[in-house]
């Protein structure tokens, strides 16, 4: 039997790291108004033309 891959998890101490060091290299954050996603609104699904015939 071969071993699982153990899951990687985060720790905030880690979370708290990795910020910095993108802070450090130049990343910036940008904050987001409360109740908005910042993502830019989809098509979303699209109504099923009906059958001719």
Same mark, same amino acid.
Request: proline content about 8%.
């Given at each position: 039997? &071969?071993?699982?891959? #153990?899951k990687? =998890?985060?720790? &905030?101490?880690?979370? #708290?790291?990795? =910020? ?6 130049g ?9 908005k996603?910042?993502?830019?609104a989809?098509a ?6 009906p059958?001719?015939?």
């Amino acid at each position: 039997m &071969s071993k699982k891959p #153990e899951k990687a =998890t985060l720790t &905030s101490a880690t979370i #708290e790291a990795q =910020t910095a060091a993108f802070l450090k290299a130049g990343g910036s954050v940008e904050y987001v108004g409360k109740g908005k996603s910042g993502q830019f609104a989809s098509a979303g699904p699209q109504p099923a033309a009906p059958k001719a015939g």
